[in-house]
């Protein structure tokens, strides 16, 4: 069982910045590969970024490439999400996830994540 409790959300003027945490229970969070996922209202939620257990391996979504950075401190049991230069259309409630499978197809489905934190809201004023 793992459990994730995320922070860092806010509101933000458009162009600014914030960084995401995700923190992680349990003594087997290197195992997991990581992700984050985001629902805005009205919207299915969809992915956004995910890191394998060590690291090699990561995937963004095309709308957050090259603005959004994915890492994680596994001695710290934490992932984060750096999130730059961000838009109105980043609104949104942003999750992270532990995925079940180590594979690229994977990560990027969140029905492959089995556990979810309860989420943390992002707005982005224009």
């Known amino acids: 069982q793992v459990q994730l409790v995320e922070s860092g959300g806010g509101l933000v003027q458009a162009g600014g910045s914030l960084r995401l945490s995700c923190a992680a229970s349990?003594?087997?969070?290197?195992?997991?590969?990581m992700g984050w996922f985001r629902q805005a209202p009205g919207k299915e939620r969809e992915f956004v970024a995910a890191?394998?257990?060590?690291?090699?391996?990561?995937y963004y979504a095309d709308s957050v490439k090259g603005r959004f950075t994915i890492s994680r401190d596994n001695a710290k049991n934490t992932v984060y999400l750096q999130m730059n230069s961000l838009k109105p259309e980043d609104t949104a409630v942003y999750y992270c996830?532990?995925?079940?499978?180590?594979?690229?197809?994977?990560?990027?489905?969140?029905?492959?994540?089995?556990?979810w934190g309860q989420g943390t809201q992002v707005t982005v004023s224009s």
């Open positions: 996830a532990a995925c079940k499978t180590n594979t690229g197809w994977a990560m990027q489905d969140k029905n492959a994540y089995v556990y």
């Open positions: 349990g003594r087997t969070f290197s195992t997991y590969p």
């Open positions: 890191i394998s257990g060590g690291g090699g391996m990561i």
